[in-house]
């Protein structure tokens, strides 16, 4: 059962750049993409946030990491309010889970997300015992690109750990007895929404700003207004619970939330996804469909009823919908599809009775959808508009669809 959970979360990964999940490419500027992030990510025990430790989510696909930082028995602690001096510190975790992943997986690119409880002088003496993680920071005087460097510049230039805090004193180049790191205060480089959707009986989709003085809508990077500000969205709960992030991280409940709520009041698409239990729902689908595109299945005509699942875009590949590694979908139930975000040229054939069976509809995208829509408004009838061309074969499919084949354009 376990592997299946985790399959349905980080399938994508499968298709995707083995550095970079839930995408097929390293050479976008860095804030065109959006990275699954954990909140709380050491928060494994007592009150979790997280089921799997650090080595485990980055392993899968996780690519944020908010930690929290205390001062406990001499040292710098991983623990959400009071700790007893027993957490694991950031130096060990740093050299234990997170940098073994970093050295063996060319260009991956990991931010940590620093709530840091401490001063800085305890920052840099913890710090000190981890002199890789040092070595890796990211630091923006290095660079003199219009934008955010790609992240296969990112990762070549040695420069694979994005380290953000929250104390503008511990911001800046923090030197150590083992070297130099570069921390980013976070209200100059990101646009961050209200941290909870408040009690598990409440659920409040609205997007407003965590920072009283920072807008979500602010563009530029304080200091460098040409590099885009990255949008952190936080979605979880005052309190975590296991079995209720299942509803959370739902596609339908988390990309309504970013669609209706969150995109347009931050005026841009999310760069984070934090949520809680990672592993629990679809977030890593919604982070794939933003970042590749996607197909979604509805379980009526006309794109109305309840949005059933997505099936992400971006690589050729045939998915089977019974046996989906990313989204679970009841393919007898699919009865239209919205395409959203795919490039012209793709196609997409759907078919109802096997990989190359028909009856099939195929749908050929004919102009960039980057922020549009096209409906499939029922699968027996073929269609002609400024988005589409759908085609049926043996009149379409009329009891649901099992296979669904992508082909994108030709380069």
Request: glycine share 6%.
């Amino acid at each position: 059962m376990k592997k299946y959970l985790f399959a349905a979360l980080f399938g994508a990964t499968s298709a995707a750049h083995a550095d970079v999940p839930f995408a097929t490419d390293i050479d976008r500027p860095f804030h065109e993409y959006t990275w699954l992030t954990a909140h709380n990510a050491f928060a494994t025990t007592l009150v979790p946030n997280q089921t799997l430790p650090i080595g485990r989510q980055l392993q899968l696909g996780v690519r944020g990491l908010m930690l929290d930082l205390h001062e406990s028995a001499g040292r710098v602690r991983l623990c959400h309010g009071a700790c007893i001096g027993t957490e694991p510190t950031l130096a060990d975790t740093l050299n234990n889970e997170i940098l073994p992943y970093v050295h063996s997986h060319v260009h991956a690119v990991v931010t940590l997300h620093l709530e840091d409880h401490i001063s800085r002088d305890a920052l840099a003496d913890e710090l000190s015992r981890a002199p890789e993680a040092m070595a890796l920071s990211f630091n923006p005087d290095h660079w003199e690109t219009d934008t955010w460097p790609t992240v296969r510049q990112m990762a070549e230039a040695g420069q694979k750990l994005v380290i953000f805090t929250q104390q503008y004193r511990n911001a800046g180049q923090l030197d150590t007895s083992a070297g130099q790191a570069t921390l980013l205060f976070d209200q100059d480089y990101t646009a961050e929404n209200y941290w909870s959707m408040g009690p598990l009986a409440t659920h409040d989709r609205t997007c407003r700003s965590r920072w009283d003085n920072l807008p979500l809508t602010l563009p530029g990077v304080s200091g460098r207004y040409a590099w885009p500000r990255l949008f952190v969205m936080n979605h979880f709960h005052d309190t975590p619970y296991g079995p209720h992030a299942w509803h959370d991280n739902r596609y339908d409940e988390l990309r309504t939330r970013v669609d209706d709520h969150c995109l347009p009041a931050a005026g841009r698409k999310p760069n984070y996804i934090a949520v809680d239990f990672v592993e629990a729902g679809q977030a890593g689908s919604v982070i794939a469909a933003l970042n590749l595109g996607t197909i979604e299945f509805f379980d009526r005509e006309d794109g109305q009823g309840e949005r059933l699942c997505a099936i992400h875009a971006g690589a050729r590949r045939t998915v089977d919908l019974n046996e989906d590694e990313l989204d679970r979908c009841p393919p007898y139930r699919v009865r239209s599809a919205v395409v959203r975000d795919v490039p012209a040229g793709t196609r997409v054939t759907l078919a109802e009775r096997g990989k190359n069976a028909s009856p099939a509809i195929t749908i050929e995208v004919r102009r960039d959808l980057h922020g549009e829509r096209a409906l499939i408004a029922r699968f027996n009838q073929s269609q002609i508009d400024d988005h589409v061309t759908a085609v049926t074969v043996d009149g379409g499919p009329k009891g649901g669809v099992t296979h669904a084949t992508f082909e994108p354009p030709a380069r």
